[in-house]
């Protein structure tokens, strides 16, 4: 850990968090599923593309990766076999106390919304393991938008769904995507990887 205390800045009016890597420690989880899955296709899923990759959900992961290595995988059958070794593990998810502690001291006393490139059932699921599953009202998952990170769209959703002005929310994030969709919307952007250890395999 680099700093002691993740503290809001005293000009948010609303919260957004992202999920995976921001609340729930899962980043080690979903790495080892991706390399599982991508290697019974020839793909050898390293923790540097893994990093680079993060925030993309998942079938549109696939297709970057069909360009990146030059295959023609069906995204749907390589995206299910990936999603199946995760939830198999995904009980294991720890929260990121750092971050969750802010969802639980300022809940009921700002506005606060997940926005994620996870699907919504699977983000229910891991909010429920890791105990806020009743701390959010506003979720906004790959499902609910047509444009992923870095587009705006997730956050700005986020935003219109809390009430809040966009340059009023504050939004927590570990991806470079994620930080660059938060820029792009106009808002405070924190990346909470200054705040714990990231692993996500070797």
């Given at each position: 850990m680099i700093n002691k205390n993740l503290?809001?800045?005293?000009?948010?009016?609303?919260?957004?968090?992202?999920?995976d890597g921001t609340l729930g420690d899962?980043?080690?989880i979903h790495y080892m599923a991706w390399k599982n899955a991508a290697a019974k296709y020839g793909i050898g899923f390293t923790p540097k593309l893994f990093m680079e990759l993060a925030?993309?959900?998942?079938?549109?992961t696939v297709v970057k990766l069909n360009?990146?290595?030059g295959k023609n995988i069906d995204p749907k059958?390589?995206?299910?076999?990936?999603e199946a070794e995760f939830e198999m593990n995904m009980h294991l998810t720890p929260e990121i106390k750092i971050v969750t502690g802010l969802v639980r001291a300022n809940h009921g006393k700002l506005p606060m919304a997940v926005g994620t490139g996870g699907s919504r059932r699977?983000?229910?699921k891991t909010l429920e393991i890791i105990g806020l599953k009743d701390y959010f009202e506003i979720l906004v998952s790959s499902e609910d938008v047509s444009h992923f990170k870095p587009h705006p769209e997730t956050?700005?959703?986020c935003a219109e769904l809390m009430g809040v002005a966009p340059g009023d929310c504050e939004v927590f994030e570990d991806g470079i995507l994620g930080m660059q969709a938060a820029e792009s919307?106009?808002?405070?952007?924190?990346?909470?990887?200054?705040?714990?250890?990231v692993t996500v395999g070797r």
């Amino acid at each position: 850990m680099i700093n002691k205390n993740l503290n809001i800045n005293p000009k948010a009016k609303g919260l957004i968090f992202d999920l995976d890597g921001t609340l729930g420690d899962t980043m080690p989880i979903h790495y080892m599923a991706w390399k599982n899955a991508a290697a019974k296709y020839g793909i050898g899923f390293t923790p540097k593309l893994f990093m680079e990759l993060a925030g993309i959900p998942l079938y549109p992961t696939v297709v970057k990766l069909n360009e990146l290595f030059g295959k023609n995988i069906d995204p749907k059958e390589l995206g299910d076999t990936k999603e199946a070794e995760f939830e198999m593990n995904m009980h294991l998810t720890p929260e990121i106390k750092i971050v969750t502690g802010l969802v639980r001291a300022n809940h009921g006393k700002l506005p606060m919304a997940v926005g994620t490139g996870g699907s919504r059932r699977l983000s229910l699921k891991t909010l429920e393991i890791i105990g806020l599953k009743d701390y959010f009202e506003i979720l906004v998952s790959s499902e609910d938008v047509s444009h992923f990170k870095p587009h705006p769209e997730t956050f700005l959703k986020c935003a219109e769904l809390m009430g809040v002005a966009p340059g009023d929310c504050e939004v927590f994030e570990d991806g470079i995507l994620g930080m660059q969709a938060a820029e792009s919307a106009g808002m405070m952007v924190v990346d909470v990887t200054q705040y714990y250890k990231v692993t996500v395999g070797r």
